[in-house]
């Protein structure tokens, strides 16, 4: 059996944890001196790669050189990270739909940033257990999409780890907590950390942990609270020294250092005294917990509706919720502990270092994997609906959102035209109905297939997500077993806005985009008529008198013109007059088919009989 360590790899900080094999349980591995948080910062020096801690204070003297807050990067394109480029004094640029960052003359990208940390933490393993250390499990926030977990996995492949499994934070928090040992519960995990936040709603029954909804927002977190205090800061600094501070890089990182280390202390204290030397003049000032309060009341409010929205997803109303877990550091600031217990109306879980409570669930993770615990089942659910566009351009989805994972499923599609021998299949992720208005996952074909009349075919789209949220999508064509598959790894990741946005808007739109949906299904009917209309005039025409058949072209007529405008009940309508004026044809054609296939079989058997 080869040893599983269990790695948080936060926004900030990184740990690793392995489970106790005496005690069976978890615990954090510290470093040489002590520490067991490393700091997720990595500076790039003449004299080499610098990690952690002495990272961490390069930032202040080495910001265009020293990468911290590099998960927010993560597996994402530039479109998705572009307004949050200020905040970071690197240079980020795009680079083939995903982004680099510039340290001088050289270029690295987010998982090579987070495999230098990820390799740390592999050698402090190592060093303690005096043996390599090679596969691992990593945990990442619910809301991940595909290429942001994708990343990660990349990360630890370049730090020389097998990662075995990608869980989602909040998952791992409750292993941590043993709530697996309730007889049946609902839960909640709030997880506030530097840079993230997500609430979980998970139910536990008998063992068996099924995540209900995940829900959050990877831009909120402990450094936006540090920001809001750095704006007050250069506030108070320009009325009372008269300097903005705002354009020296320098000055603004120790102002974020000194910002965090009054928010720590007035958790504990409620009041605190900031002191900066700067080279001019020393800046001193008092702060109050109140103070603090009033600067990031907004940021935490921010937190309580994906909550409320996470619950309402699950489908349980607030008073089911029997627990409720705090995760992440930002969750020791006294004002969001009563906001949580005020919107849960419970006491929350904080037995355990909130820092820490992740790593540890990793930690258990890794152990159930490597066969210490089987009788454990952990099951997440798909953040966003994944499904594949179809004809007119509308959204057919396979895999609806809050669906458990792994899953896979099932649909049956055709084609739209004869003897098509070539179906693009686009894979799209969201909760539109159009696919113009959801992420574009990937495009793949299926070729030869044997040309047949249009609605012949039987192409059966399966769509397979495995434990890790990765989707592989395969279209067979059944008559002549034709297959192909893909496993969809788009080139970048889809941003927290986005992700909100798609939500959103599929509230906000879902009316027009019924009404967009039936205009086009309507359409597609008329389509489908008209064509079969044009057919059987060519092939059946001479059956019926000439009044019949220039009826037959007056009614086809009007609903060409109909299908050109918008009026969606006059397309149906005209639709349904056609049908009626080529009914009488449709019989004469039926009847002469089954005339000739009479005459052909007597002719058959005379020449058999001959
Ligand atoms: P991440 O998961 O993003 O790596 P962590 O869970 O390590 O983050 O939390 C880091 C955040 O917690 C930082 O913003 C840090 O300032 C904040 N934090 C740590 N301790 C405290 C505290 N005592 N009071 C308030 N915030 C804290
Ligand atoms: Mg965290």
Request: proline share 4%; hydrophobic share 40%; glycine share 8%.
């Amino acid at each position: 059996m080869s040893r599983i360590v269990g790695i948080d790899l936060g926004t900030t900080n990184s740990l690793v944890a392995y489970v106790d094999e005496k005690t069976g349980l978890p615990r954090v591995i510290p470093d040489q001196e002590g520490r067991v948080l490393l700091p997720s910062v990595v500076s790039f020096t003449t004299e080499g790669v610098v990690v952690g801690e002495a990272a961490k204070r390069l930032l202040v003297r080495r910001p265009a050189t020293t990468v911290y807050s590099v998960k927010r990067l993560m597996g994402r394109g530039y479109e998705d990270v572009k307004e949050e480029l200020c905040y970071l004094p690197f240079k980020v640029a795009p680079c083939d739909g995903i982004v680099k960052i510039q340290i001088g003359d050289r270029e690295v990208t987010p998982p090579e940033v987070s495999a230098i940390v990820l390799r740390s933490l592999k050698e402090r393993a190592e060093a303690h257990f005096r043996e390599p250390i090679e596969k691992a499990v990593i945990t990442v926030p619910a809301y991940f999409n595909d290429s942001q977990r994708q990343a990660t996995k990349d990360a630890g492949r370049i730090a020389g780890l097998d990662v075995v499994r990608i869980v989602n934070e909040p998952t791992a928090a409750s292993l941590a907590y043993g709530l697996h040992r309730l007889k049946e519960g609902v839960i909640a995990v709030y997880d506030l950390g530097g840079g993230t936040f997500d609430i979980s709603i998970l139910r536990v029954k008998d063992g068996v942990f099924e995540v209900l909804a995940t829900n959050g927002n990877t831009h909120l977190g402990g450094d936006d609270f540090d920001r809001a205090i750095v704006v007050w800061l250069l506030d108070d600094i320009l009325s009372e020294h008269g300097v903005y501070l705002g354009r020296d890089t320098e000055a603004m990182q120790e102002l974020r250092l000194a910002a965090e280390a009054a928010k720590v202390r007035l958790s504990a204290e409620d009041r605190t005294t900031l002191t900066i030397p700067f080279e001019e003049f020393t800046y001193r000032r008092a702060i109050t917990r109140a103070e603090l309060e009033g600067l990031i009341e907004k940021l935490v409010d921010a937190t309580l509706g994906p909550c409320r929205m996470a619950i309402a997803d699950a489908g349980v109303a607030p008073s089911d919720i029997d627990e409720v877990v705090l995760v992440g550091g930002s969750t020791r600031v006294p004002l969001l502990r009563r906001r949580v217990q005020e919107l849960f109306a419970k006491t929350p879980h904080s037995q355990l270092n909130p820092d820490e409570v992740v790593a540890l669930g990793a930690a258990v993770q890794a152990h159930i994997l490597a066969g210490g615990i089987t009788s454990m089942l952990l099951l997440d659910v798909t953040p966003l609906s994944l499904g594949i566009e179809t004809l007119g351009g509308i959204v057919s989805v396979l895999i609806p959102r809050n669906t458990t994972i792994p899953t896979s499923a099932r649909e049956m599609f055709t084609t739209s035209v004869d003897g098509q021998t070539i179906v693009d299949l686009h894979v799209v992720q969201g909760e539109r109905e159009l696919a113009k208005d959801c992420r574009s996952l990937a495009r793949f074909e299926l070729s030869g297939i044997d040309p047949m009349p249009a609605g012949m075919p039987k192409i059966e789209v399966t769509f397979l997500i495995d434990a890790n949220g990765i989707l592989q999508a395969q279209a067979k064509e059944l008559r002549t077993g034709k297959a192909t598959a893909i496993e969809v790894k788009p080139t970048y990741g889809l941003s927290e806005t986005e992700v909100e946005r798609m939500v959103e808007e599929s509230f906000a739109y879902a009316e027009a985009d019924v009404e967009a949906r039936l205009l086009i299904e309507t359409r597609n009917e008329a389509d489908t008529v008209i064509t079969h209309v044009e057919r059987a005039l060519r092939q059946g025409g001479e059956l019926v008198p000439v009044e019949e058949r220039e009826a037959i072209r007056e009614a086809l007529e009007e609903l060409r013109r109909a299908r050109a405008g918008d009026d969606r009940g006059r397309i149906r309508d005209t639709t349904a007059a056609l049908n009626r004026a080529t009914e009488h044809l449709a019989d004469v054609m039926m009847d002469a088919a089954l005339k000739a296939a009479l005459g052909s079989k007597r002719a058959a058997e005379i020449m058999e009989s001959d």
